[in-house]
Nanobody
Framework: QLVESGGGLVQAGDSLRLSCGASGGTFNRCAAAWFRQAPGKEREFVAVISWSGNTTRYANSVKGRFTASRDNAKNTVWLQMNSLKPEDTAVYYC????????????????????WGLGTQVTVSS
């Protein structure tokens, strides 16, 4: 089971760091991604990091502001979010899937088979 934490209510321009841990499991050989869903909108891709940590991709809307990282020994993935904007308000989900290539990533929601329950991020203007 994946468990996200670190969400909250912040002001525009602030930072947050989301964490995703594997409860009772492991991130071994898993690519990990972050998605988000704003009220009234479909869930969208935010960021992904390969198992090795060598490959990352970001949505254009967060590029340069968000950074994904991981520590496989701690079974934890993070999403550092800087310069937050009101449009970043959403429930943020962590998702993982196993990979055969440690540098490989997946960008679409349907590629992931393990999901957390999400953590709310609210950015006020």
């Amino acid at each position: 089971q994946l468990v996200e934490s670190g969400g909250g209510l912040v002001q525009a321009g602030d930072s947050l760091r989301l964490s995703c841990g594997a409860s009772g499991g492991t991130f071994n050989r898993c690519a990990a991604a972050w998605f988000r869903q704003a009220p009234g909108k479909e869930r969208e891709f935010v960021a992904v990091i390969s198992w090795s940590g060598n490959t990352t991709r970001y949505a254009n809307s967060v590029k340069g502001r968000f950074t994904a990282s991981r520590d496989n020994a701690k079974n934890t993935v993070w999403l550092q979010m800087n310069s937050l904007k009101p449009e970043d308000t959403a429930v943020y989900y962590c998702a993982v899937r196993q990979v055969y290539d440690s540098n490989y990533i997946y960008l679409t929601e349907s590629d992931y088979n393990y999901w957390g329950l999400g953590t709310q991020v609210t950015v006020s203007s």
